[in-house]
């Protein structure tokens, strides 16, 4: 009898059907139809049935955009992530210009995606904000070890890919950091300030200690000059 | 018998003595899927043993980071926010209804209605997932709690759509019920099978729905009050005969006590912060602590020990899955062997939480 | 919910005694059935958790007045041992929890189980056993649990050594790769 009513209710109801639950999402937004997969080579899209954009898959290193997304790497090589990771899959190497120095970037970043666990550690313990969760899941490949290393250019996306598969989280990060710029530029200016206040200070400071000292040897003068004229 | 496929209840193994189709002895086999968890968290700090505690019961990734949180904040004297204690709460109640929810479907999976029965359940619990997700980023491995609070607050409309998924559930219950709890099969096949005395179930440390089962009302939601379950109204429900019809139908009541704190929850929620004064280093004084919350299969509890480094001295999981199958032995003894199947069914275990 | 105060206990056994830091009754070598006799008669009906805690041998550096009553600082070395914790709670009553330890020493360890007592115990002492290599006795079925048969050592002890990986998988960053740079590894 249930067995029944859930079978022709399924007809009619899509909470009685097994398949994922869209109610909440917004009409545009819902797939067009799961029947397309798999797409072209190569296509990933955010919109495959059962992503959403809350879901995360695997890291990858974001950078503000332009010509060569090396220049603007957010990932300074601090190893913090490659530290805290629960099971040890980040490997990274700092980069050295040509006099030994160490640049800031890294030189190496590889994910083994075979031993990532998805925990967002990483996104967390990163002060640089360098390190997001990717939701691309179709990375099967014929090559058991080298295809699931994922090295740093594969990892590297732009912030607007961020955007467009996290917008929320995204929008809410991006906001975070420019409140951090804008609190450390406010800290920089009040540092400015305090120093520039503290050398008026000090320059006054001078120049009364100067006017004292003046006026001391005035006074010594004057004295002289009083010893002198007696 | 097995071991099995992990996907029914895990890489198992039981040797059975038979007398024809009676059992006369039985003697479980553990450690296929035995990680050493314990020693791992102990060479790590203590954020990045969350993730692994996930793991442990894969069902219920939401209570076991719960019971690791509670334990580590006894650790650091955090407060935790009044929303972050709220999603807390709604969160574990939710991850219950997933746990019951499809540990009946199994249950009849065992019995023999394969499929349809499994199916229905799956579908309710598919839409607490989806829940999950939006919140946590993942079905599964949530990953979701920290020390002090939570990751992060939840998305905008969640907690519309989780008042509508709780809406929803009792409706599917009844139906659940209707086409389960009055079967004539289930019932003799389930009534006087696996018998659990009152002493036995305590003496052998047996907790969760199944010492409830036994007829003892001991539920650590309402002996402990950890976190705010003090401002629920709910009931403990508990059986009389302790066999396996008691142990199923304690989870299917439960599940209706869940769905009135999740109302209640959800109603009451406020607004705030999610995140407590935590610590940007977690580095502890020395010290040892034992947190134990109710888990959806029963006292899930950690043991720390400090010694005043970022790593835990020594790190231990009561896990109430392995301690439940020390009466298996006793429930079987005189049974036909396809009882056996069914009573092990009834004590809902997950093998990632047996051997760890 | 209330504790279970420890001072009853302390005043019926008078051997064991109290460790304020680990909040931990310490019961001596050999009363521990005694001990758990008396506490079930007293309520304390359910064994919740049992673990080991391996402690190696350490320099404790203490500091103490000397003779002439000044402050010294003396370096002393603390003998390495295991302690066997059990965490008790009574459902009679309510309340809980009471620690107590069972501490051996760590060449011949050896304690006495409360499997008889409580039930619980059976497989978490029989995994102490098999983690920590700790012998119980009177225990009724005293196997490895979650390590196979065959394994030699006891994996929970802080000086385990991990034997050679036999499921290796080659990851770019472990010092693992740095064994199969030696030529350990048979592919």
């Known amino acids: 009898m249930v067995t029944l009513r859930n079978f022709v209710g399924s007809y009619f109801d899509s909470n009685r059907l097994t398949t994922n639950d869209y109610s909440w999402k917004p009409k545009d937004q819902l797939p067009q139809s799961a029947g397309e997969y798999p797409k072209e080579e190569g296509e990933q899209l955010s919109d495959t049935t059962t992503v959403t954009n809350y879901s995360r898959n695997f890291p990858m290193l974001l950078h503000d955009g332009g010509d060569d997304p090396m220049d603007t790497i957010r990932c300074v090589a601090c190893q913090i992530c490659e530290r805290e990771c629960p099971p040890q899959c980040i490997y990274i190497e700092k980069a050295y210009d040509e006099n030994g120095k160490y640049i800031k970037s890294p030189a190496k970043f590889d994910i083994d995606v075979s031993v990532c666990m998805s925990c967002q550690i990483c996104v967390e313990v990163c002060p640089f904000d360098a390190i997001v969760m990717n939701s691309q899941f179709e990375l099967s490949t014929p090559d058991r070890f080298g295809g699931l290393l994922l090295r740093r250019d594969d990892l590297l996306k732009s912030n607007d890919y961020y955007h467009q598969i996290h917008p929320e989280e995204a929008a809410a990060r991006d906001q975070k950091m420019a409140d951090e710029k804008a609190a450390k530029e406010a800290k920089k200016k009040a540092a400015a300030e305090a120093a520039k206040k503290k050398a008026e200070e000090k320059a006054k400071a001078e120049a009364e200690a100067k006017a004292l000292e003046e006026a001391g040897e005035k006074g010594k003068e004057e004295d002289s000059g009083k010893e002198e004229a007696s | ?356 | 919910m209330s504790e279970i105060s420890h001072e009853p206990l302390l005043k019926e056994f008078s051997d064991a005694h109290w460790d304020e830091a680990a909040c931990a009754v310490i019961v001596p070598e050999g009363k521990a059935r005694a001990v758990a006799e008396w506490l079930l008669e007293q309520g304390v009906d359910y064994c919740s958790n049992v673990t080991g805690v391996d402690y190696l041998e350490s320099e404790v550096k203490e500091k103490i007045n000397n003779e002439a009553g000044e402050e010294e600082t003396v370096t002393r070395t603390e003998p390495g041992r295991i302690d066997v914790v059990y965490h008790l709670y009574s459902m009679r009553d309510q309340t809980g929890p009471l620690v107590i330890k069972q501490r051996t020493s760590r060449e011949n360890a050896q304690v006495e189980s409360l499997t008889p007592l409580w039930r619980s115990c059976e497989l978490q002492e029989r995994e102490v056993f098999d983690l920590f290599g700790v012998d119980f006795k009177g225990h009724p079925d005293q196997r490895r649990i979650l390590m196979w048969d065959e394994f030699e050592g006891h994996p929970m002890r802080k000086d385990f050594v991990e034997p050679f990986d036999y499921e290796w998988e080659p990851t770019p960053h472990d010092e693992i790769l740095e064994k199969h740079k030696k030529g350990k590894v048979i592919v």
């Open chain 2, 1 to 356: 018998m097995g071991p099995h496929h992990p996907s029914t209840h895990g890489v198992f193994r039981m040797d059975v003595k038979l007398d024809g189709e009676t059992v006369v002895d039985l003697k479980p086999v553990f450690g296929y899927l035995h990680r050493n968890h314990e020693k791992l968290a102990e060479d790590m700090s203590y954020l990045a043993s969350m993730p692994f505690t996930d793991r442990l019961d894969y069902f219920n990734s939401m209570t076991n980071n719960w019971a690791y949180a509670l334990a580590a904040e006894q650790l650091v004297e955090i407060e935790v926010p009044e929303r972050a204690e709220y999603l807390r709460v709604i969160m574990a109640e939710l991850t219950r209804l997933v746990n019951h929810v499809s540990l009946v479907g199994f249950f009849v999976n065992d019995l023999g209605a394969l499929g349809t029965p499994l199916l229905y359940a799956f579908r309710e619990r598919e839409k607490i997932l989806d829940l999950f997700e939006q919140a946590s980023g993942a079905r599964m491995m949530c990953n979701y709690f920290r020390f002090g609070g939570l990751r992060c607050d939840v998305p905008e409309g969640w907690l519309d759509r989780a008042r509508e998924v709780t809406d929803r559930f009792p409706k599917f219950l009844d139906e659940y019920e209707q086409l389960l709890c009055e079967n004539e099969i289930i019932l003799s096949r389930t009534q006087g099978i696996g018998k659990l005395s009152r002493e036995l179930a305590i003496s052998a440390g047996i907790t969760g729905p199944m010492l409830r089962a036994s007829g003892v009302a001991y539920d650590l939601r309402k002996v402990d009050k950890y976190g705010i379950y003090d401002r629920f109204k709910f009931r403990v429900p508990y059986g009389e005969e302790g066999d396996c019809y008691d142990r199923f139908m304690v989870r299917m009541l439960e599940m209706r006590e869940s769905i009135q704190i999740l109302k209640q929850a959800l109603a009451d929620i406020p607004e705030g912060d999610i995140m407590g004064k935590a610590p940007r280093v977690f580095k502890p004084k020395p010290a040892e602590v034992y947190g134990r919350i109710e888990g959806p299969k029963g006292e899930l509890g950690f043991y720390l020990i400090a010694d005043g480094t970022p790593k835990p001295y020594r790190y231990r999981v009561r896990p109430p899955s392995l301690i439940n199958l020390t009466v298996l032995r006793d429930m079987c003894l005189g049974q036909k062997i396809a009882d056996a199947v069914v009573i092990l069914g009834s004590i809902d275990i997950v093998l990632g939480e047996v051997d760890r």
